[in-house]
């Protein structure tokens, strides 16, 4: 078997194992192998390229193709590295036009070097020359790609999940306390309460989006998290996304204090703001989610605005403000540069 081909197997497990890369498929270019990993706002993207045949994408094709890519995963900035094999191709790189840094590394199995430096993605140089040996390869069993377990380190929404393990402990903690539908136990563990805080407790601005008003509550709303905080988590990156939910959770918050005297509590402000950040990031940015995306975002706010104003008992006017604050938060945060 091709020891070229080893080695591209192997690099590649390698990285979609430990370092979160995925399979990419570059169009008109089947054969080509082709990783991708997204870091926030940067786009890591490695070609393997073999021979000839791919002349014409690397020289007029891929710097615009990037470029185009970078546009739809709403991405400032891409590291770019093409692995050439046994002197094929002469070292080229470019740094930072337009975003994207090109680096080009050339590998020669049978003396076992690697020449050149991945620019941005030394980890991918490591790895390049871990496996740059030939007794090694010939006793790699290559695997299949598609069944490559991928860690997903980078692409967990763990501040979505975090957020949602803090939930839970509250309300086991006001259950343990007397019962999180108790209206004095919610008071007391910093539920939205108007004349409290105009005596001066401002922190249940803050506090009223980690509380629960029973166990169907934080339910129903520890599934919606999941669902619509993990994709805000991803496009928006971890830090964008925490700052867009807590100024969400805190414009409901006021919204709820201007225009309600009732104790209130609950992710739901946060939540429609997850909602207003979406429908935000759709409209700017039509390309990256896949068609009809949108529609289905208004359909969920319409079909929870119809259920808000027909049940008794729900904060429309935190949910309100939770939409606006989201909305408005994600607005600022796509103008500013990522953590």
């Known amino acids: 078997m091709d020891l070229e081909y080893r080695y591209i197997n192997a690099v590649s497990a390698r990285l979609m194992d430990e370092m979160a890369y995925s399979l990419l498929e570059v169009e008109g270019q089947p054969d080509l192998r082709a990783l991708v990993r997204r870091r926030g706002e940067d786009l890591e993207l490695v070609f393997f390229i ?5 002349d014409e994408f690397i020289d007029y094709r891929l710097f615009p193709g990037v470029r185009e890519y970078m546009r739809r995963m709403n991405c400032s900035r891409a590291w770019v590295a093409n692995v050439f094999f046994n002197g094929y191709r002469p070292m080229i790189s470019q740094e930072g036009l337009f975003g994207i840094t090109l680096s080009s590394l050339q590998v020669d199995i ?6 050149g430096d991945a620019y941005g993605l030394e980890k991918l140089g490591h790895v390049l020359r ?3 040996d030939k007794n090694r390869l010939e006793r790699y069993n290559p695997v299949d ?5 991928r860690v997903e380190r980078e692409n967990r929404p763990v501040v979505t999940r975090a957020i949602i ?21 919610l008071i007391r563990f910093g539920a939205m309460y108007a004349p409290l805080v105009i005596r001066g407790q401002y922190w249940r601005f803050v506090t009223p989006m980690f509380l629960h008003v029973g166990f169907a509550h934080l339910a129903f709303n520890s599934y ?3 669902q619509l905080g993990g994709i805000a988590e991803r496009v928006y990156g971890k830090y964008r996304f925490a700052v867009i ?6 414009c409901g918050s006021v ?3 201007l225009f309600t005297r009732a104790v209130s509590a609950g992710a739901s402000g946060a939540i429609f703001g997850m909602l207003g950040a979406l429908l935000y990031f759709a409209r700017k940015r039509p390309g990256v989610f896949r068609r009809g995306f949108m529609a289905n975002l208004l359909t969920i706010l319409a079909i929870n605005i119809f259920i808000g104003l027909s049940t008794p008992g729900i904060d429309n006017f935190a949910h309100m403000g939770g939409f606006l604050g989201g909305y408005t938060a994600a607005r600022y945060a796509m103008k500013r540069p990522a953590a």
């Open 50 to 54: 073999t021979d000839d045949r791919y």
């Open 224 to 226: 919606a998290l999941y």
């Open 130 to 132: 871990d496996f740059a």
């Open 110 to 115: 049978e003396r076992g070097s690697v020449l």
């Open 165 to 185: 393990a803090i939930n839970v402990l509250m309300w086991l903690l006001m259950t343990l306390a007397g019962g999180s539908t108790n209206v004095g136990v």
């Open 255 to 257: 919204f709820s204090f």
């Open 245 to 250: 939910y807590v100024a969400a959770g805190i």
């Open 145 to 149: 790609l598609r069944t490559v377990h």
